[in-house]
């Protein structure tokens, strides 16, 4: 996994890297200090305990990320959930292999295989957005920065972000940026 991880302290973020690179960094910087970590290309929070050296930390948030991994037979995880369709959704549906669910699910794995320009720009805003809000929600300008990013006004996010710290400001304003290419077709290499 080479995944790169952001650890944010008093919104300043203070280290940056691979998870056990950053655990490393942030437990020689001061051993009481529990930032909140960031998986950098999802935005997604990583939630571990802090307790102890960083071996111990490591090995704890190593294990949280593989814990589902057990042997034998994997839980299949199937979930009773209601759907709506029109007369004429359930008819196609009924015709499929496997019957509605199993057609249902391969219409899923299909989306996120091949997800649409507007989903990927949806799923980014909102990365993006839970990023900003976990520690920055009650910033200065943070509610016309969340307006702005849905808007795709770069104007308008970068004024709403002006007060923040340099290296956050920098983080969330590349984001943006790379938001507001899908938005205009460009794709990155």
């Not at 549906?93 to 649409?116: F, I, M």
């Not at 909102?126 to 307006?147: H, I, N, T, V, Y």
Request: proline share 3%; glycine share 6%.
């Amino acid at each position: 996994m080479n995944n790169q991880y952001l650890a944010i302290y008093n919104r300043t973020v203070i280290a940056r890297g691979k998870l056990e690179e950053i655990i490393h960094q942030v437990k020689a910087r001061d051993s009481n200090l529990e930032p909140m970590v960031f998986e950098e290309n999802s935005c997604r929070r990583i939630d571990f305990s802090w307790n102890g050296d960083a071996q111990t930390v490591l090995n704890n948030a190593t294990a949280d990320n593989t814990s589902s991994q057990k042997r034998g037979r994997p839980k299949l995880g199937v979930k009773a959930k209601e759907v709506t369709l029109l007369p004429r959704h359930w008819e196609w549906l009924s015709t499929q292999k496997g019957g509605a669910s199993a057609a249902l699910r391969r219409l899923v794995d299909e989306a996120q295989k091949n997800p649409s320009t507007e989903d990927l720009i949806c799923v980014k805003q909102q990365q993006l957005d839970k990023f900003m809000l976990a520690f920055l929600g009650d910033a200065p300008g943070f509610e016309e920065a969340s307006r702005a990013l849905y808007r795709n006004s770069k104007v308008s996010f970068e004024a709403a972000i002006e007060s923040w710290p340099a290296d956050i400001k920098d983080l969330v304003m590349g984001k943006f940026m790379e938001i507001s290419d899908l938005h205009s077709g460009v794709t990155s290499s």
